[in-house]
T-cell receptor
């Protein structure tokens, strides 16, 4: 059973608010990821980290920022939320499998910006 | 970079039928191919994976096949049940500092 947690599960906020989506894992994984999932299912990588003090932008341009001060914690922040940010956000961490990465996902945060 | 194509985007079957989802990849250096299942309201969860040195792997009702020459791999679900209804993602990766690339997902609907 994966030990990766996301809070909150659901969030409804007004435009212009600053929000932070929390993600924590207890597996000691170095790599962590944030995906944005649209209603059409596709997973869009928006941020990832190779370890403490490492953050990289993903394939999909995002106005969010991330930090990685501790191995187990990878929060995502939106300084000023807009309706276009409404989406499902999934956090994951990965365990190297020799030749590849096995990802463990959290249950997601469904964000609605009014 | 790697490009993973997944088909079909939607698959509807009757309970007891078989279901097949296919993926192709572009980078011949990719060598690890996992499949994830995402149930409603949850994050994707790994259900089966295969490495490039193996052609087929089976786990009860699910199996994955890999054709390295053609650069495609498939998920096979036999004797489908309503609880198999979910979104399935394939992925390809090659380890090291590379980030896994996901397919666009397949919504499988199993009708009782």
């Amino acid at each position: 059973e994966a030990d990766i947690y996301q809070t909150p599960r659901y969030l409804v906020i007004g435009t212009g608010k600053k929000i932070t989506l929390e993600c924590s894992q207890t597996m000691g994984h170095d790599k962590m990821y944030w995906y944005q999932q649209d209603p059409g299912m596709e997973l869009h990588l928006i941020h990832y980290s190779y370890g403490v003090n490492s953050t990289e932008k993903g394939d999909l341009s995002s106005e969010s920022t991330v930090s990685r001060i501790r191995t187990e914690h990878f929060p995502l922040t939106l300084e000023s939320a807009r309706p276009s940010h409404t989406s499902q956000y999934l956090c994951a961490s990965s365990s190297p499998q020799g030749a590849g990465e096995k990802l463990f996902f959290g249950s997601g945060t469904q964000l609605s910006v009014l | 970079g790697e490009n993973v194509e997944q088909h079909p985007s939607t698959l509807s079957v009757q309970e007891g039928d078989s279901a097949v989802i296919k993926c192709t990849y572009s980078d011949s250096a990719s060598n690890y191919f996992p499949w994830y299942k995402q149930e409603l309201g949850k994050g994707p969860q790994l259900i089966i994976d295969i490495r490039s040195n193996v052609g087929e792997k089976k786990d009860q009702r699910i199996a994955v096949t890999l054709n390295k020459t053609a650069k495609h791999f498939s998920l096979h679900i036999t004797e489908t049940q309503p609880e198999d209804s979910a979104v399935y993602f394939c992925a390809a990766s090659k380890g090291g500092s590379y980030i896994p690339t996901f397919g666009r997902g397949t919504s499988l609907i199993v009708h009782p």
